[in-house]
């Protein structure tokens, strides 16, 4: 039973616009939510994260969106560059009731064409 | 700061042999994480440490799994007999708990069984 779920395995965008990559959870006490970008051959590094309190939240060319009520959340990067080329993570937190242990979803490999 | 270190970076093995990972965690950490990426079931939890205690380990396949982390500096995640469909890439990861649930990943190790 996957608690956090990314619908879509990939994404391809051209250079400049934005990549939109979306992220569903279903258990109701995750209250804390991570976006990890990983590229081949390395481990996963931290990009962004939000807080249940919060809908939105913006670092640079980052900005993650969350929607409680539907449990979604979603990260938009605009404008994509070709660096950004790489698979992102989900996950997602019960820092109250579970401690620091993340949940991630399957990831979405992302393609940024020149 | 060196990071997560893993070692092997690499492991091809036979079926029935016995694999064992290692992982230095991040000085001053005291949460430590072993994640499987496959393609199917994504990045999915196996155990975690705090303190050097087992605190979760309902993520481990199955009793062939077992891990250790007999200090705040070092674990292991060792398979006896492994199988060919425990091939994966298998991540450590560290934090401090009063840090947040931001996890520091290392580079994997890539084991192929056959």
């Known amino acids: 039973d996957q608690q956090v779920k990314q619908n879509s395995p990939s994404l391809s965008v051209q250079e400049g616009r934005i990549s939109i990559l979306n992220c569903d959870y279903t258990n109701s006490m995750f209250d804390y939510f991570l976006w990890y970008k990983k590229y081949p051959a390395e481990g996963p590094t931290f990009l962004i994260s939000?807080?249940?309190?919060?809908d939105k939240n913006e670092d640079g060319r980052f900005t993650v969106f969350l929607n409680k009520s539907a449990k979604h959340l979603s990260l938009h990067i605009v404008p994509s560059q070709p660096g950004d080329s790489a698979v992102y993570f989900c996950?997602?937190?019960?820092?109250?009731?579970?401690?620091?242990?993340?949940?991630f979803g399957g990831g979405t490999r992302v393609l940024v064409k020149p | 700061d060196a990071g997560v270190i893993q070692s092997p970076r690499h492991e091809v093995t036979e079926m029935g042999q016995e694999v064992t990972l290692r992982c230095k965690p991040i000085s001053g950490h005291n949460s430590l994480f072993w994640y499987r990426q496959t393609m199917m079931r994504g990045l999915e939890l196996l155990i975690y440490f705090n303190n050097n205690v087992p605190i979760d380990d309902s993520g481990m396949p199955e009793d062939r799994f077992s891990a250790k982390m007999p200090n705040a500096s070092f674990s292991t995640l060792k398979i006896q007999p492994s199988e060919p469909r425990d091939s994966a890439v298998y991540f450590c990861?560290?934090?401090?708990?009063?840090?947040?649930?931001?996890?520091?990943f290392g580079s994997g190790t890539q084991l192929s069984v056959l």
């Open positions: 996950a997602a937190s019960a820092i109250k009731a579970a401690g620091n242990k993340l949940t």
């Open positions: 939000i807080s249940s309190i919060k």
């Open positions: 990861a560290s934090s401090h708990t009063l840090q947040g649930v931001k996890l520091f």
